[in-house]
């Protein structure tokens, strides 16, 4: 029997029950996930996992009363379980004066499986494990050591379907690697993300780690204060842009008018070198899908183009709310696990964000520069997602004098306004790497603030 089989079975069965305890309308997720782990301490294996589940979570809506309710399914008495009980929660819980509906089927077109590696599958728990050695073994020479690390490899069939008619089956893959090492008191952090397996070489993460660790062991404290030109790399970037970016064009954001580009659809909000697209074809992106977590069909789209605003990315109870259409933004899925995606309600979520190189390379972003800061790695880089602002911590930089990288420095703050940088991009370069669900180069920015 197969996976997709048996899920379609589970929702089919929780539908029947539902429906037949008198409800309005009902929504059934169900994941047959598939997660394998290898752990590494003090530069050796610590442990491998290997584990596998069923996951519901059941959304009975009676009037507009709503109840969720998740669970794991050994045996169908769970399945009748979960259903009842998200029934018994619809009943007594609130009124909801905002919900309308579940969406309505319509019409999925594109690559079947976009998003999904048979050879992350078929491959052994062995090779992921000989995987991690080699990281371990790339990073560590000249005194450094790698102290933890973690290869995560997700793969799963998901169904979603609902009491109007969508009924909709996928598979996905993904796979999450992070690695820390350290020299003396310094650290440095290297992290990837794919849906196809080919895409991650454990040697030239492994180098990578080394390279960051050795610049950082190099760092002296930073002092007093300076208007730099800064180029955040895409691993540091990408948290900042899922901070601001994805909380600026949330439809729930809008609906709730605490979206900064709230009204502001065909205005500049950005540089014209800036280009966001909401891409859920990415064949490496997590999120990658024909349909949302919904059953909503997805579609690509700029949410800016050329610094101009041009979407919203809306999910079925939030588009109507707003009286639109959905976007396919209505997502469960996580970015570096699976575990909790059937205990998840749909969010208003990006699904892959593409930020457009340009032709020039890094070394060309930097050799333009008389005075600025590479960033290579924050403590937390995060921006406040209704103002922009932020002041975050540099645990590893290099100083840009003269179009060159000179000394390494930590014991600093970037101050400044993310929105305001967004609009005050200088360059944007060639190095596109996935971080998360987060497609991005290195970004030049001018007007933040470098303080010792």
Not at 2 to 19: M, P
Not at 134 to 143: K, T
Not at 210 to 233: C, D, L, N, W
Not at 363 to 379: N, P, Q, T, W, Y
Request: aromatic share 8%; charged share 25%.
């Amino acid at each position: 029997m197969s996976d997709i089989w048996k899920i379609e079975s589970i929702n089919d069965k929780a539908l029947k029950i539902g429906l037949k305890e008198g409800v309005s309308q009902i929504e059934v997720f169900s994941i047959n996930g598939h997660m394998r782990n290898v752990y590494v301490e003090n530069s050796e294996i610590h442990l491998a996992t290997d584990n596998s589940w069923m996951g519901l979570g059941v959304k009975a809506i009676i009037g507009k009363r709503v109840g969720f309710i998740s669970g794991i399914v050994s045996k169908d008495e769970d399945i009748e379980r979960i259903v009842k009980e998200s029934i018994s929660l619809a009943k007594i819980s609130p009124e909801d004066k905002d919900f309308k509906s579940l969406p309505s089927p319509a019409k999925v077109q594109g690559i079947k499986d976009i998003g999904y590696d048979e050879n992350i599958v078929s491959t052994s728990m062995d090779y992921f494990i000989e995987f991690a050695k080699n990281v371990v073994s790339a990073a560590e020479h000249d005194d450094v050591k790698v102290m933890n690390g973690l290869v995560r490899v997700n793969n799963y069939t998901l169904c979603i379907s609902n009491s109007l008619g969508i009924n909709l089956s996928r598979r996905g893959t993904f796979i999450f690697v992070h690695f820390l090492a350290k020299k003396e008191i310094a650290e440095g952090v290297e992290k990837a993300y794919s849906a196809i397996l080919k895409n991650l070489d454990p040697s030239k993460i492994g180098e990578e780690l080394h390279r960051k660790t050795v610049i950082s062991a190099k760092a002296k404290a930073f002092k007093g204060a300076e208007k730099v030109t800064t180029i955040i790399k895409p691993l540091e970037l990408e948290a900042l842009i899922n901070s601001t970016v994805s909380s600026a064009a949330s439809g729930e954001n809008i609906n709730k008018k605490r979206s900064v580009w709230l009204n502001k659809i065909g205005e500049n909000v950005a540089s014209e070198m800036l280009t966001i697209i909401d891409n859920p074809f990415l064949p490496e992106g997590p999120r990658s899908s024909l349909f949302d977590d919904e059953g909503v069909p997805t579609k690509k789209k700029a949410i800016i183009e050329k610094g101009v605003l041009k979407s919203y990315l809306f999910d079925s109870y939030n588009a109507y709310i707003a009286n639109v259409e959905p976007t396919g933004n209505g997502f469960r899925i996580g970015t570096r696990t699976i575990e909790t995606a059937h205990q998840n309600p749909t969010y208003c979520r990006p699904s892959n964000l593409e930020i457009l190189p340009t032709s020039k390379t890094l070394d060309d972003l930097i050799s333009e520069i008389k005075f600025g800061v590479l960033i290579e790695k924050f403590a937390a880089p995060m921006a406040d997602p209704y103002t922009g602002n932020f002041g975050l911590e540099v645990r590893s930089a290099i100083l840009i004098e003269n179009g060159e990288l000179t000394q390494p420095i930590r014991h600093a703050l970037l101050t400044g306004n993310f929105y305001e940088g967004l609009k005050n991009i200088s360059g944007i370069a060639n190095d596109s790497r996935l971080i998360e669900n987060v497609k991005t180069p290195s970004i030049r920015f001018e007007g933040f603030q470098l303080v010792g």
